[in-house]
């Protein structure tokens, strides 16, 4: 189950994005109520970004140290948080 804001890696190795976008059916009562949660591919420097920031996150992860990664808000770079003992899951 994704969430908004969710990055992706599809099946084609591109990365996307999860948003929330409204449907408008003309003619119907409810017309812009219904929300649909879609993939939206990024632009091309977003996906270099995002290789670069996978090989790092990793990297990381093989030395045991878990992190996230997250797109900062105005979508100019990528920054890797530490994760909480709480939001670590293990399989």
Request: with cysteine.
């Amino acid at each position: 189950m994704a969430y908004d804001g969710e990055l992706v890696k599809m099946q084609n190795g591109r990365w996307a994005r999860f948003q929330r976008c409204q449907v408008y059916r003309p003619g119907v009562a409810d017309a812009g109520e219904t929300m649909l949660l879609i993939a939206v591919e990024l632009e091309e420097r977003y996906q270099q970004l995002l290789d670069e920031a996978a090989d790092s996150l990793a990297e990381y992860r093989s030395q045991g140290v878990p992190v996230q990664v997250r797109l900062a808000p105005d979508a100019q770079g990528l920054t890797l948080h530490p994760e909480t003992q709480a939001s670590v899951t293990v399989n």
